[in-house]
Structures are given as C-alpha cells and as structure tokens.
C-alpha cells in the first residue's frame, strides 16, 4: 500500500498539471521503472557517469569538419541508457535544469580545449541542446554570461538548439529569452524542422540562424519523392530567408549526393562520423591535421 502510494505522488510530481493520480497495477511496472531511473539519475550524476560526446558537423561541399554537437550519455555500470529515456524523464521532473548547465559548461569548457589544442578548430562552431525548461530558469542569462566569460569563447561560435515541438509546445513563454540570447551573438538553430505543425510561424516569429532537417525526411529521399520535394522546399524557404541549413541524419552516399544537389551547406550523420568520446575526437582531429598539413608532423 505504501509503495503504491509512493508511486502515485511521484506521478503526480512528474505531471504538474495535475493534482492526483489513481494508482493502478497497469501503470505499476512503469511508474516503478521511472522511479528507480530517477533515481538511479540522480546517483550517477553525483558520481559523475555521465559524460558528454560529440559528432562532427561536415561541409556538404567539402566534407571537412565545420562544427559539433555535443550530446549527454549516460553509462550505467558500462550501459548506455537510451537518450530518449531519460531526457523526457529529466525534464518531467526538473532534473534537466543541473545537467542542462553541467551540460552547457563542459561542452563550451572543452570547446576552448580543442580550440587552443588544434588550430583548425579556432574557425569552428558547437551546437548545445537546450531544453525549454532551461530557457525558462531566471539566472540563464546569467550563466551564459559567466561561461563566455571565463572561457573567452566568441559568442558567435556557440549555436544553442532547441526542437521543434519544444517551440510549438511554448512559444509565448521563451520569445523574450532567444531574443536576449541572440542580442548576445550566440546563434539560434531548430532542431528537428518539419516535425511540428507551425514550423514557418517559427521562421517568422523567432531570430533563428540554421534550420536542422528532420532526419526522418532525409532517411525517405532514396525511396519517397514526397521527401526529396519537402527538403528541396526547405532549402528553397532557407535560401530565401538567408538561414544556414543542416541535414541531420545523413546515412548513404545517395542521401548525400541528392542534399550536394540540393545545395544544403552542412551534413552531419553516420556516414561520416558517428558521436565521439573526447579522446576519439581528439584523435580523429589530430590525424585530419596531419593529413591537412603533413610537415606538422
């Protein structure tokens, strides 16, 4: 009966909008499962098993690395838990806000890292997922300000991204917060276009940068002509409104020859690079300059 109850409170909880919840044994293995991942969340956080990775972000022209974005992973004990499950759950129940900025922190520390360990990176950019719950915290500013401060990064070289549905879902309540942020030269990029349902409104209303193309179009373009004409009006719409363009999701030589004829300027996928661990990218990056410039080495 405790238990039962435990469960439901932490329901409710993780659903702010509403103020109870009828225990039943259907939802009991997953409200347990949620709990003990919570939980287990908090605990590897402390003990520092999340780290973050980082793919490359390519040229379509010339396939050299432009930028990267940096991504949470979570091993627990040597298991890779799935972003795609403990993220909604971090945001549910605020978790997100301290990884967000433990997040946001490593990945513009090891940004300047890179950029005065490899001189090829000092003209690149790095993407930062931000969660709306994030943009909504009082001392965001704040911290941006104290993390370009300390780290010297040009502001212009950082590129936070925000989904598309997140948009959709609170437009009203984040308008004033891009605007400050962009009146910081930090650029702004939708993650995820055309997964929602008012994405030029987007375009319009908000000071975006880059478009980031859902990768599920991109993955239909060899067999769906329907998708080969939704990324060529994107980019028509992009060129228009002068927004850079990325497509994400990029997997076969087919897909990157159709975005190459499409004039998309950057790529990012497995058929290039997959996410990295620091060390892995350092050393990829090490090799690129060495190919690059053979006498440094």
Request: charged share 20%; aromatic share 10%; proline share 4%.
């Amino acid at each position: 009966m405790l238990q039962a109850a435990e469960l439901a409170v932490h329901q409710c909880r993780r659903s702010p909008n509403t103020s109870y919840t009828i225990f039943n044994h259907e939802f009991k293995a997953y409200a347990s499962r949620q709990l003990e991942l919570d939980n287990q969340m908090r605990r590897d956080f402390n003990d520092r098993k999340f780290q973050l990775y980082y793919q490359p972000i390519f040229g379509a022209e010339t396939l050299k690395i432009v930028g990267f974005e940096s991504l949470i992973r979570w091993y627990n004990n040597t298991q890779l838990i799935s972003n795609f499950e403990f993220i909604p759950l971090a945001e549910e129940t605020g978790f997100i806000i301290p990884l967000g900025t433990w997040g946001f922190g490593q990945a513009c520390w090891q940004f300047q890292q890179w950029r005065s360990q490899f001189p090829q990176v000092a003209s690149m950019f790095i993407n930062i997922n931000v969660s709306v719950i994030q943009l909504m915290q009082p001392n965001l500013l704040s911290q941006i300000d104290h993390i370009l401060k300390v780290t010297e990064i040009p502001p212009q070289q950082i590129q936070l991204e925000i989904t598309e549905t997140a948009l959709m879902n609170n437009a009203e309540d984040i308008t004033d917060i891009l605007k400050q942020i962009k009146s910081r030269k930090i650029n702004l990029c939708i993650d995820d276009f055309g997964t929602g349902y008012s994405s030029l409104s987007y375009l319009h209303n908000f000071p975006f940068d880059t478009i980031k193309v859902d990768k599920s179009f991109i993955s239909g373009m060899e067999r769906d002509q329907k998708s080969v004409e939704i990324v060529r009006t994107i980019a028509l719409m992009a060129n228009c409104l002068d927004i850079n363009l990325v497509a994400e999701g990029v997997e076969t030589q087919g897909q990157l020859r159709q975005l190459q004829n499409l004039k998309y300027q950057t790529i990012q996928g497995y058929l290039l690079a997959q996410p990295m661990s620091v060390a892995a990218l350092e050393d990829y990056l090490q090799r690129q300059h060495h190919n690059c410039c053979p006498e440094a080495g």
